[in-house]
């Protein structure tokens, strides 16, 4: 796989339903990007989570995972920061696992922070329903 332009990282936690629905999700909204992308589940699952995750990754070179030890869940916090240090992106996304974030938002996203890129070297992304900048929304 050739560098990604942008990481998403999922958080997980016994979400083994919604793992097939967000990766589609996202494989059908990132299509332009022709696999410039990379997806980073941080799992504290302990039902078959990790099972349906692996299934994915095991045949889509762009899908990653950490399943963490019970003495390493310590939050959702440090799920995002575990996968921070994996992601090879220049952009990362936080998105829930639970399709609270639609993932056809992402490619917004993404195109922003193309255009802000000559105005600032420093980004913050809040994954709502809505991305807000000062004086304008998405």
């Given at each position: 796989m050739r560098h990604p332009l942008f990481t998403i990282i999922?958080?997980?936690?016994?979400?083994?339903?919604?793992?097939?629905?967000i990766i589609e999700g996202l494989e059908l909204s990132l299509k332009e990007y022709q696999g410039r992308y990379e997806i980073i589940f941080a799992d504290d699952s302990t039902d078959d989570?990790?099972?349906e995750i692996w299934r994915?990754?095991?045949i889509n070179e762009h899908i990653s995972y950490i399943h963490r030890s019970p003495d390493e869940?310590?939050?959702?916090?440090?799920?995002f920061v575990n996968a921070f240090k994996f992601a090879k992106g220049k952009y990362i996304v936080c998105m829930d696992?639970?399709?609270?974030?639609p993932p056809e938002k992402v490619p917004e996203?993404?195109?922003v922070?193309?255009?802000?890129?000559?105005y600032c070297d420093c980004y913050t992304i809040?994954?709502?329903?809505?991305c807000f900048w000062p004086g304008q929304s998405i």
């Open positions: 999922l958080p997980t936690l016994n979400e083994k339903d919604n793992i097939a629905p989570t990790p099972v994915f990754s095991s869940r310590t939050g959702l916090g440090t799920a696992s639970d399709l609270q974030h996203f993404i195109k922070l193309g255009k802000r890129e000559r809040l994954c709502r329903r809505r």
